[in-house]
Each structure stands twice: as C-alpha cells, then as structure tokens.
C-alpha cells in the first residue's frame, strides 16, 4: 500500500542516516515514518537507537529518550528481544544494574544464545553483587563463544575470583596473558 511503502522509504533513510551518523536527519526520518505506522515496534526501537547512539555522544539527555523508544517497542510487541538487548545497554550506561539485569534476563528468555546479553547479565551481575549469576554467565559465555573478546576475559578473572572459583579465574587470565602482548593488562587484572 502506499502508506506502507512510503513508511519503508523514510525507514530506510533513517537507517542510511545512521549508517554515517548523522542523527539528526535519522531522528526526522523516524519520525516521519512513525507519523505513517505508530504501532511498529521496530520504527520505535529504530527511534531509541538514534536517541542511545546521540546520548553516547555526549548528549546524556538523550538517554532517557532512549530508553523510552525501547520501551514503546517492546510495549507493541514484547518479543522484540532486540529492543529488550538495547534497553538493557541504555541502563548499563546509566548504571542502572538492577533494570539492566532484568533486561538482559528478559532477551535471555527469548534469545538464549545472545552473547551480548550473556555478557551484560554478567556484568550487571558482579557490580550488583550476585556473584553466583556472575559466573553462571561467564561459564554459559565460555560455552557459547568461540572467539571470547578480550573485555570478557579481562572481566570473567574478577568475575570468578568473586564466586570462590580461583581455578577458573587463573585459567582466564592465563588467557588473558596469551591474548595480551601488554603485561600492564595483566598487572592490572592481578
């Protein structure tokens, strides 16, 4: 229909807009597409993204907004995991820990594989205080990772000195020392 491919046309500008960052252009285009179809879960979450990434610029109010985009979206269509990922980013951001845990436990249910939510659930986790979901994470982040990044090796060896696990905690950062020509990193995780 006309309205719809009118819609997909601003969308698709949006998201060239983001591809070269310019977010101001992004957010017009956005919202001109949700004036054609405000009940897509994904223009909203399209519409927070463009909030989240400007916020990361240095605009922090633009957090708040991010997280409300999020949240339009999964208020449409609560299995939009991918907006749920993102909300829990934004509050990570905010260091809100406890909503980002519930975020990422949320994509978990939905998406149980997503290494971005693993490793979020673990870090929200740790700096919360609940060391025994920390290293369930990193163990299931272990499992499921075939090329680990070098931020959650760093992360796991604090992670599972947490939780009493010194044998892992020295196997990651064995790791760590292997992945790392700078003994500074080392020296620093010990």
């Not at 060239?16 to 956005?30: D, G, H, S, T, V």
Request: charged share 25%; hydrophobic share 40%.
């Amino acid at each position: 229909s006309e309205p719809e491919s009118e819609m997909l046309a601003k969308a698709t500008m949006a998201v060239n807009f983001i591809k070269r960052m310019e977010l101001p252009q992004a957010n017009k285009a956005i919202n001109e597409a949700l004036q054609l179809d405000a009940r897509n879960s994904y223009l909203h979450f399209l519409n927070g993204f463009v909030y989240h990434l400007q916020a990361r610029q240095g605009d922090s109010q633009k957090n708040e907004m991010a997280i409300e985009g999020y949240q339009q979206a999964l208020r449409i269509d609560p299995g939009n995991w991918i907006a749920q990922e993102f909300l829990g980013l934004a509050y990570m951001d905010l260091k809100k820990f406890d909503q980002a845990k519930t975020s990422f436990t949320d994509v978990l249910l939905m998406s149980p594989d997503s290494t971005v939510s693993l490793y979020g659930l673990m870090v929200a986790s740790y700096l919360t205080g609940d060391a025994v979901t920390a290293c369930a994470m990193a163990d299931q982040l272990k499992k499921t990772s075939t090329e680990p990044h070098a931020g959650f090796i760093r992360s796991s060896v604090t992670v599972y000195a947490s939780c009493g696990e010194f044998g892992k905690a020295d196997q990651m950062r064995g790791e760590l020392g292997k992945l790392n020509r700078e003994k500074a990193d080392v020296e620093h995780v010990d």
